[in-house]
Nanobody
Framework: VQLQASGGGLAQAGGSLRLSCAAS????????MGWYRQTPGKQREMVAT???????NYSDSVKDRFTISRDNAENTVYLQMTSLKPEDTAVYYC???????????WGQGTLVTVSS
């Protein structure tokens, strides 16, 4: 199983970035997907999740700025980030959780840096 995250980089405050996470080795449509982020010294936090059937959930800090989506044909989950803020700076990880529970997988992370 591999989750390959990409799309991170440097953006200015108010700018946009789009993260992608390509999954292989799983039946993608049977997994709930999520984006999480972590900064040094802090716990990893949920940013956005999308269930296998498409329902989405966002943390209050990114609601109305970020959009999570998935393409089951491409085995990929996306995170469109707009109106970026310096506090969005973090390593972003994607996570796949089997709809039956019990186990999940993490990607390797992609760094997002937002300058003020």
């Amino acid at each position: 199983v591999q989750l390959q995250a990409s799309g991170g980089g440097l953006a200015q405050a108010g700018g946009s970035l789009r993260l992608s996470c390509a999954a292989s080795g799983i039946i993608f449509s049977r997994y709930n997907m999520g984006w999480y982020r972590q900064t040094p010294g802090k716990q990893r936090e949920m940013v956005a999740t999308i269930l296998a059937f498409g329902a989405t959930n966002y943390s209050d800090s990114v609601k109305d700025r970020f959009t999570i989506s998935r393409d089951n044909a491409e085995n990929t989950v996306y995170l469109q980030m707009t109106s970026l803020k310096p506090e969005d700076t973090a390593v972003y990880y994607c996570k796949a959780t089997y709809i039956g529970g019990n186990y999940d997988y993490w990607g390797q992370g992609t760094l997002v840096t937002v300058s003020s």
